[in-house]
């Protein structure tokens, strides 16, 4: 019998299935069902419901369960192997959270296979809708929060980041604060990715520590809920939260429901669901300390891992609990690809090209010219003008320009990726702009770091598929090295190694000192301005 497990994403715009045969190392299935299309009485657009105030971005709990009954009944039609899978895992878009009244956990409990689950569930939300993470109404309680914890570096070195209005202790706040009595009648929270482990497993699902961490609720170093934290969000919250747990925690077997409904395997367990951001880094193979992957999209994103929490006191940077047990983090810069097209399009460049061959015509360092690219209000470092800003660079060299927004763009990365304490030993680049080569190369002659590309479709439905794989093993008592699991699924792309050139690499080592320099300077201009 093929040793199948299955993970699910259930993400902002989709939900998807990827099966995983793990004896042939192979995807054996992989499928999407985009919400607006395949469920279009729900109304959302792009996932999200429509809202008057566009600082709140909801969605509906209802239609993630729809969406979970319509998936297993395409793998029926599909012919999918059901009754051979081992486990199932799932990713959740982080920081969404689902309100449950104290009928849920006996509803979950004897689910009836000869209705929906939108009809059995009718009766158990406290709270009709479910804000996401793309929602940012909560400043007020973000200030609220932090200032009760001391502080950004107080909260960060707390919780792993500072207060964020898409972070789901905020969002609690606010809903406390504006529906007191639905906040009173809720018995439990959960987060996207523990209900869906609920619907499945049939019961209250724990958070586990990879998603657990994106709340503002974790204590980051000892992996349990921060007392201070919780008292700081919203009364009688420790009575409201699923236990803590570790990402390869066995919930239970799958609800029977699924099982006289699509024909799972009886036996098939549910392990704890994850993060989508968690679960990408395993789908990208990031198992060790060192390993780093940056995804070169609208925004840069720096995925890393280490073993000791270290948490950025600038409250930039977010530290998360990998689905190994060690740490990852999510440093996002908002100024990625979009940026590099704006200097790509000022100076007439035609494509993507021509813009790398600007970089190959020009020497590491430039002449020691500076550009820092807040074309849009940045995340890191924390910019609320926008503006670029040009240092010893002139504005009509258009080669000069192009290697110093990509130079500008890695060093920013390398200097507000420090507080980690770990120096990458491997990046693996993805996105748009990883098959620009003279591009990769900047990137690993700043990070003095090899660089490998990997395609990266669907990381996080196949990250939750190994982590199935993974809890399935460590309960079985067989030997789960992550080596051994991730192993063929998350090779980098054959042949695409670049290494750092060592005299460029040197070059660089003394333009950083300039480039934060530069920075502080830029800063300390902006905030006399404001
Ligand atoms: C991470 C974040 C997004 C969502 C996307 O903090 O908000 O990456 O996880 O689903």
Redesign the pocket.
């Known amino acids: 019998m093929a040793k199948l497990f299955l993970g699910i994403d259930s ?2 715009q989709s939900i998807s299935a990827v099966v995983i045969d793990c004896d042939r190392r192979k995807v054996v299935y992989d499928k999407s069902l985009n919400f607006d299309q395949a469920l279009p009485q729900y109304k959302t657009q792009n996932g999200v419901l429509p809202n008057r105030n566009p600082l709140v971005k909801h969605s509906s709990p209802l239609m993630w369960a729809e969406a979970l009954d319509l998936l297993f009944s395409e793998m029926k039609k599909d012919g999918v192997a059901l009754g051979n899978i081992l486990a199932i895992s799932g990713s ?5 959270s689902v309100y449950l009244n104290d009928q849920a956990a006996g509803v979950l409990a004897n689910l009836n296979p000869k209705k929906s689950l939108v009809e059995n569930l009718k009766g158990v939300f406290s709270r009709k809708t479910s804000p ?3 929602d940012s109404s909560t400043a007020a309680e973000c200030a609220e929060i932090r200032k009760k914890l001391g502080g950004i570096k107080a909260t960060a070195t707390a919780t792993g980041s500072d207060t ?1 209005e ?2 789901t202790g905020p969002q609690i706040r606010k809903f406390y604060k504006t529906e007191p009595k639905a906040y009173a009648q809720t018995a439990s929270i959960a987060l996207v990715s523990s209900f869906m482990a609920s619907l499945l497993a049939g019961k209250i699902a724990p958070i586990d520590h990879g998603d657990g961490a ?1 709340m503002n609720l974790m204590d980051i170093q000892k992996k349990v809920w921060h007392p201070d934290a919780l008292a700081a969000t919203a009364p009688d919250l420790r009575k409201k939260l699923p236990p803590l747990a570790e990402s390869w925690k066995v919930v239970g077997p799958v609800s029977p429901y699924f099982v006289k409904k699509s024909g799972v395997n009886p036996h098939a367990q549910t392990i704890a669901w994850s ?3 968690p679960c990408s880094v395993i789908g990208l193979g990031l198992i060790k300390a060192g390993m780093v992957a940056i995804s070169l999209g609208t925004s840069d ?1 720096y995925f890393g891992s280490m073993k000791h929490c270290q948490t950025d006191a600038h409250g930039e940077g ?1 530290v ?1 609990g990998s689905p190994t047990g060690d740490y990852m983090t ?1 440093i ?1 810069f908002k100024n990625g690809s979009l940026a590099r097209e704006k200097i790509r399009d000022a100076y007439g460049i035609k494509d993507w090209k021509k813009f790398g061959a600007a970089l190959t015509a020009t020497k590491p360092g430039g002449n020691g010219g500076i550009l820092l690219p807040w074309f849009d209000a940045e995340i890191v470092p924390r910019v609320n003008k926008p503006g670029i800003h040009r240092f010893d660079l002139d504005a009509k060299d258009a080669a000069a320009n192009c290697r110093a927004i990509v130079e500008g763009q890695m060093m920013s990365m390398r200097l507000h990726s420090q507080w980690m304490k770990v120096a990458p030993d491997c990046i693996y680049a993805t996105g748009g702009a990883s098959d620009n080569v003279p591009l990769l190369q900047v990137m690993a002659d700043v990070m003095n770091c090899r660089v490998l590309r990997i395609e990266v479709a669907k990381s996080a439905a196949l990250g939750a598929a190994l982590r199935a794989a993974h809890g399935w093993l460590v309960q079985a008592g067989e030997k789960s090295k992550w080596e051994n699991v991730v192993a063929d699924f998350t090779a980098p792309i054959p042949n695409s190694e670049i290494r750092p050139n060592p005299k460029a690499a040197k070059v660089y080592d003394q333009l950083i000192e300039k480039y934060a320099r530069c920075e502080r300077e830029a800063l300390k201009r902006l905030s006399e301005k404001s």
């Open positions: 993400s902002t959740g878009q982080q920081h969404g996401i993470w793309m964020f898409r972070f994106g993060g989508d951001n994103t977010h998360f999510l996002c």
